[in-house]
């Protein structure tokens, strides 16, 4: 067995939804560097564009993307058979897709009866549905190579009543459920070499959060305060703490392990607060 060949992902095609993002963009490039073919899927041509060429020039050639809506079918299965085409095999599908809605969430003036019920539909379709469909769509390789994994991005508003991120919460809550379902679906189904497992990311600083957990000088608001004080390594997270992990589930490292959610939270979900 050569020095670390558990972890080798050379050669191996990974497909992320989102990827135009902060935590599902770094690990893109995170895994790019080590050796993948990447294709990145997300939302805003331009954005796809201009992730991809940075890529290409700063990274490796092996990289390609696509835009499209997670939400869309017909949008998902025409990218389907391009990188079915291109690459012949997907071996990872990494679900980074996701987000939140004003309307979703109670401010600190409102109750639950002023939660918007359109934003709140919108919010469990981008990560809930987000989530599903590219599995129904991409995992149909994985079941015709016998061999596969997924990684689904849950978040610490799953199994904590954070406050005011109702319908991000109870969106997250359901991956959760969602990636142990199609843990044992996929396994019972298609053979014990297709794994399906998520990551719970703590708080991290993305484009959508920003302005909640820090001020315009960069420090912390007081929302980001008590973030902070409930996170025992006393600080958010980098965005590139969190390819490790992702590195870890989708490698031969983690070959026995499917069905599980891994926190990379700095110690959010195992502290109190008192």
Same mark, same amino acid.
């Given at each position: 067995?050569?020095?670390?060949?558990?972890?080798?992902?050379?050669?191996?095609?990974?497909?992320?939804?989102?990827?135009?993002?902060?935590?599902?963009?770094?690990?893109?490039?995170?895994?790019?560097?080590?050796?993948? *073919?990447?294709?990145?899927?997300?939302?805003?041509?331009?954005?796809?564009?201009?992730?991809?060429?940075?890529?290409?020039?700063?990274?490796?050639?092996?990289?390609?993307?696509?835009?499209?809506?997670?939400?869309?079918?017909?949008?998902?299965?025409?990218?389907?058979?391009?990188?079915?085409?291109?690459?012949?095999?997907?071996?990872?599908?990494?679900?980074?897709?996701?987000?939140?809605?004003?309307?979703?969430?109670?401010?600190?003036?409102?109750?639950?009866?002023?939660?918007?019920?359109?934003?709140?539909?919108?919010?469990?379709?981008?990560?809930?549905?987000?989530?599903?469909?590219?599995?129904?769509?991409?995992?149909?390789?994985?079941?015709?190579? *016998?061999?596969?994994?997924?990684?689904?991005?849950?978040?610490?508003?799953?199994?904590?009543?954070?406050?005011?991120?109702?319908?991000?919460?109870?969106?997250?809550?359901?991956?959760?459920?969602?990636?142990?379902?199609?843990?044992?679906?996929?396994?019972?189904?298609?053979?014990?070499?297709?794994?399906?497992?998520?990551?719970?990311?703590?708080?991290?600083?993305?484009?959508?959060?920003?302005?909640?957990?820090?001020?315009?000088?960069?420090?912390?608001?007081?929302?980001?305060?008590?973030?902070?004080?409930?996170?025992?390594?006393?600080?958010?997270?980098?965005?590139?703490?969190?390819?490790?992990?992702? *590195?870890?589930?989708?490698?031969?490292?983690?070959?026995?392990?499917?069905?599980?959610?891994?926190?990379?939270?700095?110690?959010?979900?195992?502290?109190?607060?008192?």
């Amino acid at each position: 067995m050569k020095k670390n060949s558990l972890f080798d992902i050379e050669n191996q095609v990974i497909v992320i939804t989102g990827a135009a993002g902060v935590l599902a963009g770094n690990t893109a490039r995170y895994l790019l560097a080590q050796g993948a *073919h990447v294709v990145m899927l997300d939302l805003r041509r331009d954005a796809v564009e201009q992730a991809v060429a940075e890529c290409r020039e700063n990274i490796s050639p092996r990289v390609s993307g696509y835009a499209g809506s997670v939400l869309e079918p017909d949008t998902l299965q025409d990218i389907y058979a391009r990188i079915m085409a291109e690459h012949g095999r997907i071996d990872v599908l990494i679900n980074g897709a996701g987000g939140n809605m004003p309307g979703a969430t109670i401010g600190p003036e409102q109750t639950i009866f002023d939660l918007d019920l359109d934003d709140y539909d919108r919010v469990l379709d981008l990560n809930l549905k987000g989530s599903l469909l590219p599995t129904i769509t991409f995992a149909r390789a994985m079941t015709q190579q *016998h061999s596969g994994c997924i990684v689904n991005f849950s978040s610490m508003a799953a199994g904590q009543a954070l406050t005011r991120v109702l319908g991000y919460a109870n969106a997250k809550a359901a991956i959760e459920n969602f990636t142990r379902w199609m843990a044992v679906e996929l396994a019972r189904k298609f053979g014990g070499n297709i794994r399906v497992n998520a990551v719970a990311p703590g708080f991290f600083i993305g484009n959508q959060n920003r302005a909640l957990l820090l001020q315009p000088d960069g420090t912390p608001t007081p929302r980001g305060r008590q973030v902070i004080a409930k996170t025992p390594l006393g600080r958010f997270g980098e965005p590139d703490e969190i390819c490790g992990a992702v *590195h870890y589930l989708i490698s031969n490292a983690a070959r026995f392990v499917t069905g599980t959610v891994l926190p990379v939270d700095g110690g959010f979900s195992a502290y109190t607060g008192v």
